[in-house]
C-alpha cells in the first residue's frame, strides 16, 4: 500500500482543486455530525466528491475489511466513483463490481479486502449472499443517485442488501431530482436534508431547431456542421433511432461515438474514453449517458428525440453548462410537433449551409498492460517520447486501467509511433500497442 494522504489539504492539491464549492462545504460539515443525510444538487456540481471527501478521511486505514459500500444504478458510475477514489491517493483500496464481467473477476479482486466497495445493486447483492466478505466492519452506506437506482428496478436488491448489513450506522442518500419519495424500507430516521438544486448558477441556454421534415436526420447533419470544432451529446430515446442516426452520420462523414444499453460493456468504456480524449467529439447516446458517467465540460448536447419526462430533460440538459460553465441544449423540433410544456419556449436558430465538421486530429491506442503489471502513465509517456521519438502536443490524455491502457495520439504521428514502441518492454512486460 502507498502512503495514506493525511489530510483535506493533500487531497485537494492531487486532484488539482483549489477549495471546495459551498454544497461541498456544506455536505462536509452536516456528515461530520449528521448520521443520515439526503443530498439534492444538480448533475454536475461535484456530488461525488461532496460525500467521498469526509467519509474516506474517517476511515481506518488499518483495518483490512470493507468499512464503506457505495451503491450505484449503473456500470459507468461505479467505475468513475473508483477512479476519483484513486485519484484522491488517500491509500485506501477499492473495487467497483458490477454486471457485465465475471464474478470471479470481482472475487478475485476483492480477496484482498478493499476498504471501500462500490458496485451496482444486482452485483453487490450477489456478493453479500455469498458472504465474498465480512460485513461487521460496514458502518456506512451511500445511495448515489438513488432514484434512478430505483426507477430502474434495484429495489429489491436495495431492499435485501440493506438487510444484510445490519451494522450500518450511517445513509447517505443522493439525487440531481427534486421530489422523490424514500422508501421506507431504506430505513432513513430523521435525516438532514441538504437541498441545493436551486442554486446552480447555470449559463445553460435551451434553444430550438424547425426540421421540414418528422425525419429530421438532415437538420441534425446541418445543426453539427453548424457546430463544428465543438463537442457534444446527440440524445436519441431508443437503440433502433440510435443505430439508423449512426449509420446517417457516417454516411455524412461526421465522426462520432455509440453509448447505449444494448452494448457490451468494452465497447460502451471505449465509447466513453474515445470521447474523452477527443477521437469522437460527438457521442450519439440513450438517457443512459443522461447521467452517472464521466465525461468532459461538453460545449451542447442536441435532444434529436425529446424525453417523455421533465426530469430526464433536466438530467441531459445537465451534462451540459456543468459547475457554472457554459453550454447549450438544443431541441430537433419537427415545424408540425407540439413541445411539451416543461420544456419553456426557446428560442429559435436559424441554421446556414456550411461544411461538415473536419475529422478529429485525435485517435486512440490501446496498451496491453496496466497497474497490475506497476506500469504507470509516466511509464507509458517516457516510452513514446524516448522509444517513439513523440513530441509533447502529440500526446494526449493517458487513461491506465488494471489490465490495459488507453492513449490519445494525434492522427498524423501514429503511424511511425507504433513502428517504434509495438512490442516493446514497459516495466518488465512486453506490451502489444495497437489502434482501436
Known amino acids: 500500500m502507498f502512503l495514506r494522504v493525511k489530510n483535506e489539504a493533500e487531497i485537494l492539491s492531487k486532484l488539482g482543486i483549489e477549495k471546495l464549492n459551498p454544497m461541498q462545504l456544506a455536505a462536509k460539515d452536516t456528515l461530520a455530525v449528521h448520521e443520515n443525510v439526503v443530498l439534492l444538487s444538480p448533475t454536475g456540481t461535484g456530488k461525488t466528491l461532496a460525500f467521498l471527501l469526509p467519509l474516506l478521511l474517517q476511515l481506518d486505514p488499518a483495518c483490512e475489511e470493507v468499512q464503506l459500500v457505495i451503491l450505484v444504478p449503473s456500470r459507468e458510475l461505479a467505475i468513475q466513483i473508483e477512479q476519483v477514489v484513486r485519484q484522491m491517493g488517500t491509500g485506501l483500496k477499492v473495487n467497483a463490481v458490477y454486471g457485465g464481467r465475471a464474478g470471479s473477476k470481482d472475487r478475485l479482486e476483492i480477496k484482498h479486502r478493499p476498504a471501500v466497495l462500490v458496485g451496482t445493486p444486482g452485483r453487490v447483492a450477489d456478493h453479500l449472499r455469498r458472504a465474498a466478505f465480512d460485513t461487521a466492519f460496514i458502518q456506512t452506506l451511500v445511495l448515489d443517485e438513488f ?40 430505513g ?24 421540414p421534415t418528422k425525419d429530421k436526420l438532415d437538420t441534425l447533419g446541418l445543426l453539427l456542421s453548424n457546430l463544428s470544432a465543438k463537442n457534444g451529446i446527440v440524445f436519441c430515446n431508443f437503440k433502433d433511432s440510435i443505430e ?92 408540425k410537433e407540439p413541445l411539451p410544456d416543461f420544456v419553456g419556449n426557446p428560442n429559435l436558430v436559424k441554421l446556414h449551409p456550411t461544411s461538415p465538421p473536419v475529422p478529429s486530429a485525435w485517435c486512440t491506442l490501446f496498451i496491453s498492460g496496466g497497474r497490475k503489471d506497476k506500469i504507470s502513465k509516466g511509464d507509458i509517456a517516457g516510452l513514446f517520447f524516448k522509444q517513439g521519438g513523440l513530441g509533447p502536443e502529440e500526446l494526449g490524455i493517458i487513461e491506465l486501467k488494471t489490465d490495459c491502457a488507453f492513449v490519445g495520439v494525434k492522427t498524423d504521428a501514429v503511424e511511425p509511433l507504433l513502428f517504434k514502441v509495438n512490442n516493446q518492454k514497459l516495466k518488465d512486460k512486453k506490451v502489444r500497442i495497437s489502434l482501436i
Open 188 to 211: 432513513l430516521k430523521s435525516p438532514k436534508v441538504l437541498d441545493f438544486l436551486a442554486d446552480k448558477l447555470s449559463q445553460l441556454e435551451v434553444k430550438k431547431v424547425l426540421s
Open 244 to 335: 439508423r442516426v449512426s449509420d446517417y452520420l457516417s454516411e455524412q462523414g461526421i465522426s462520432h461515438g455509440v453509448f447505449s444499453g444494448g452494448m457490451e460493456q468494452v465497447d460502451r468504456e471505449r465509447a466513453l474514453i474515445k470521447f474523452r480524449n477527443g477521437t469522437h467529439p460527438l457521442l450519439l447516446a440513450t438517457d443512459l449517458a443522461a447521467r452517472g458517467i464521466d465525461v468532459p465540460e461538453l460545449d451542447f448536447i442536441i435532444h434529436y428525440h425529446l424525453p417523455q419526462r421533465a426530469e430526464e430533460f433536466i438530467h441531459r440538459n445537465g451534462r451540459t453548462a456543468r459547475m457554472n460553465s457554459q453550454g447549450t441544449a438544443y431541441i430537433l423540433q419537427y415545424e
Open 147 to 186: 432514484d434512478k437506482s430505483l426507477e430502474i428496478g434495484f429495489e429489491a436488491e436495495m431492499r435485501e442488501i440493506i438487510q444484510l448489513l445490519p451494522e450500518v450506522r450511517r445513509k447517505i442518500l443522493t439525487s440531481a431530482t427534486q421530489g422523490v419519495s424514500i422508501p421506507n424500507f431504506v
